[in-house]
């Protein structure tokens, strides 16, 4: 079956009890047992629920994978990924690191003795440079927030491989609608369904895809021994989301190459960020690897940081707030709010300035965007 087709269909079966067409919230902490050791699959509902199993399977078949997982949150997912580690282990990472990320690997895992080296996102050859005998993993975010620079995950994996460390690749801005990461090397999908996946801003949750048996058994493991599972309601919302995820990554999409090439003419801007232009510095890489260049537009305002603050206070359709990938169009100063705990020298020398703002281009009728977008701009 083709995606939009999954998207709607995979692991949602009509409820046999029923007949309901919907895939029912099980609201339910355990389930009844016919005897000993004696059950339909499921005991207790943080070890299992069939509404997160459907979740479950859709995922994976989104993402071309054997095995999906759902988590209460992307960190949470991100959290049990880490947990094939012990103490000892080392990781290679990229810079441009999504923060909570970054947070997570310095400040909690850190303290389990295994550290994390940053390299720059698309130098290849310094993966391979980063590369120690104890360096077990390889964690890729492709594209980058906010400038939206790209790993060549294909080289990426190759190198990881060389060593037997595993890949794993934060695939929340591109969604499995316009990135496979599987099918280019990689050994694990990781993404915040809080972003495109649900798509509606109204649920936090997260989830982890992969092949290899032995890694999803050890994943699952931790799902239930450590416990941060979704709601079932949560689950069925983002299910619900996913149904929709093809036309709206089309829209997002459509929206953001007229924003992108909009804000390219605008004298106000200094410079777009977006791997569809010809201009961005991955945009070959773009083309090969992605089959699509997704909804998230950054840009430099030509002015001072005051300048940008009264830019952002007279937007109308846009909102300013942190987040992305909701049906709404968002706007947010990068310096200030998703990247505020990095120190100043560090994060500007990355290219993330004072006056960069990014842009969650939402799926509203596009005119309406270029339109706020002129009159805040002006
Ligand atoms: C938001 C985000 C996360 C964290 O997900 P939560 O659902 O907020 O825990 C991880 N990676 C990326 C790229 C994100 O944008």
Redesign the pocket.
């Known amino acids: 079956m083709k995606f939009s087709t999954k998207a709607i269909h995979a692991g949602q079966e009509p409820d046999p009890s029923s007949g309901a067409i919907m895939t029912p919230i099980f609201q339910t902490s355990t389930y009844v047992q016919t005897g000993i050791g004696e059950h339909k699959g499921y005991e207790y509902a943080r070890t299992g629920n069939p509404t997160r199993t459907a979740l479950e399977s859709c995922l994976a078949s989104l993402e071309n994978g054997q095995h999906g997982l759902a988590f209460a ?6 959290y049990a990924v880490l947990s094939l580690l012990n103490p000892g282990d080392h990781i290679v990472s990229c810079d441009d690191l ?1 923060g ?2 970054y947070r997570l690997f310095e400040r909690v895992i850190g303290r389990y003795h295994i550290d994390t080296d940053y390299v720059t996102v698309g130098d290849t050859s310094a993966y391979k440079k980063a590369m120690r005998p104890n360096t077990k993993m390889v964690w890729l ?1 492709t594209p980058t ?1 906010p400038l939206l620079r790209l790993a060549d995950i294909k080289a990426v994996a190759e190198i990881a491989h060389e060593q037997n460390a595993l890949l794993v690749v ?1 695939n ?2 591109a969604t499995p609608y316009f990135q496979q990461p599987l099918a280019l090397g990689a050994d694990i999908v ?6 495109y996946i649900n798509g509606h801003s109204d649920v ?3 989830a982890v895809i992969m092949n290899d048996e032995d890694i999803y058994q050890q994943i699952k493991f931790h799902q239930n021994a450590a416990g941060a599972v979704p709601s079932p309601f949560d689950v069925w919302l983002t299910m619900r989301g996913i149904k929709t995820l093809a036309v709206r990554m089309r829209q997002h999409q459509e929206n953001a190459w007229d924003i992108a090439r909009y804000l390219t003419e605008h004298s106000r801007v200094q410079q777009v960020y977006y791997p569809g232009l010809a201009s961005h510095p991955d945009h070959e890489l773009a083309r090969r690897q992605m089959s699509g260049f997704g909804g998230m537009v950054s840009f430099q305002f030509k002015g001072t940081m005051d300048d940008v603050d009264s830019v952002v206070r007279r937007f109308k359709v846009f909102s300013f707030a942190e ?3 909701g049906v709404e169009s968002l706007v947010c100063h990068p310096a200030t709010m998703t990247h505020g705990s990095i120190p100043k020298e560090i994060r500007e020398a990355r290219g993330v300035n004072d006056t960069l703002l990014r842009v969650s281009v939402g799926i509203e009728d596009v005119t309406d965007l270029i339109a706020d977008l002129e009159q805040a701009l002006a």
């Open positions: 949150s992307g960190l949470a997912a991100e999504y909570g990320s975010e927030n934060d929340t801005f990781l993404h915040s369904t809080t972003k936090i949750g997260g987040s992305l990938g």
